[in-house]
């Protein structure tokens, strides 16, 4: 799959968070400072381009929506980042944020019970 920079992550955000919405609507939904209605427009072409998105017209206007899903999306990223950083290995990742403690006891706890129930 391919990557996404930043900005075009947030209107992807943006995108999964509204379903669908026209160039407006996506604007109105980033983050300030707000980026110019042609900048998002010409993003949500590019966006298209790298079929991450689609659209439907009505009249002279198109109305976006996500081709590729939030989970997929993450999925793809985050096996990307245990491969570039953790040798390919769940285990070295969530044993990183264990040392550092970025998760707790509690945490990890619930993934065993989720890994457990998953099985």
């Not at 110019?36 to 993003?43: A, K, Q």
């Not at 976006?64 to 990307?80: E, L, N």
């Not at 570039?84 to 769940?90: A, I, Q, T, V, W």
Request: charged share 30%; aromatic share 10%.
């Amino acid at each position: 799959m391919k990557k996404l920079t930043k900005k075009e992550e947030e209107i992807m955000q943006a995108l999964w968070q509204l379903k669908n919405a026209f160039v407006k609507e996506v604007v109105d939904a980033l983050p300030v400072p707000k980026p110019h209605y042609n900048t998002v427009s010409t993003m949500l072409k590019i966006l298209e381009e790298k079929q991450f998105i689609g659209h439907e017209r009505y009249g002279n206007m198109l109305r976006y929506s996500p081709i590729v899903s939030k989970d997929s999306y993450q999925t793809d990223a985050v096996g990307d980042i245990i491969e570039k950083y953790f040798d390919n290995s769940y285990v070295n990742l969530v044993t990183h944020f264990a040392k550092n403690e970025n998760i707790s006891r509690g945490e990890l706890e619930d993934i065993l019970t989720t890994i457990k129930n998953n099985k």
